[in-house]
């Protein structure tokens, strides 16, 4: 798995993920969320259109992220969920939850 972040002004990050988001990978993805709010980016796009495979344990790091980023004051929304991320989201009822979004500047219009 890739992962980059960029940070955007407003406090801002946009995190991007590439390959398979699993049990092996959650903990990156999970360290990457928690590495842009200390770096005070409380608010953090995760683009998935590079997930080739979402599974329970990646979904599990992106709710740890959502908790932690709202616990300091932001939120999580993901940007352009790939089709098998966004069924894993559909059939999981997580997509209310989890807001999806076609870019970062729809996502936090402020960034």
Do not use: C, W, Y
Not at 79 to 97: D, H, I, K
Not at 105 to 110: M, T, V
Request: net charge negative; proline share 4%.
């Amino acid at each position: 798995m890739d992962i980059t972040v960029v940070h955007h002004p407003f406090g801002v990050a946009e995190v991007t993920v590439g390959g398979r988001l699993n049990m092996v990978t959650a903990a990156r993805m999970r360290e990457a969320i928690e590495q842009a709010i200390d770096a005070n980016h409380p608010n953090v796009a995760v683009d998935l259109s590079q997930v080739v495979f979402l599974d329970s344990s990646g979904l599990g790091a992106l709710v740890a992220g959502l908790k932690a980023v709202r616990a300091s004051g932001g939120d999580l929304r993901l940007v352009r969920p790939a089709e098998q991320a966004q069924l894993v989201l559909e059939l999981t009822n997580m997509g209310s939850v989890l807001q999806s979004f076609d870019s970062v500047g729809a996502a936090f219009p402020h960034a």
